[in-house]
């Protein structure tokens, strides 16, 4: 298992990195890397919420209305068949047979 000493060396590791990270310091200000003769670029602070629009209370509109736009719309067919385009449509107009090319082994007869 372990011995003494290496759990000791454990214990010590935390705190060995902690001083390694605050022994290091910034560079001084004239040994920086910034070059005077490039201005430095100018930061504009835009909002997230610049173009925000609040939420805002809709008129319903009335039941026989609705129903009305549904139905000169063609009624639910219409939206059915909306969604069944979205879904790719089969090469052939018939159905394949999901179970061609299986054999049904029934009771006690030999395939």
């Known amino acids: 298992m372990f011995s003494l000493s290496s759990v000791r060396r454990l214990a010590l590791l935390p705190a ?3 001083c390694a990270a605050l022994a290091q310091t910034a560079a001084p200000a004239n040994e920086s890397n910034a070059r005077p003769d490039i201005a430095p670029p100018v930061l504009e602070y835009r909002s997230v919420f610049e173009g925000y629009r609040p939420f ?6 009335p039941w026989r209305e609705a129903n009305d736009t549904v139905l000169r719309r063609g009624g639910w067919r219409a939206y059915a068949r909306e969604s069944d385009s979205a879904v790719e449509a089969p090469s052939s107009p018939s159905k394949p047979d999901p179970h061609a090319g299986h054999s049904m082994h029934h009771g006690g007869e030999n395939p």
Not at 56 to 61: I, T
């Open 56 to 61: 805002g209370e809709v008129d319903p509109v």
């Open 16 to 18: 060995w990195a902690a």
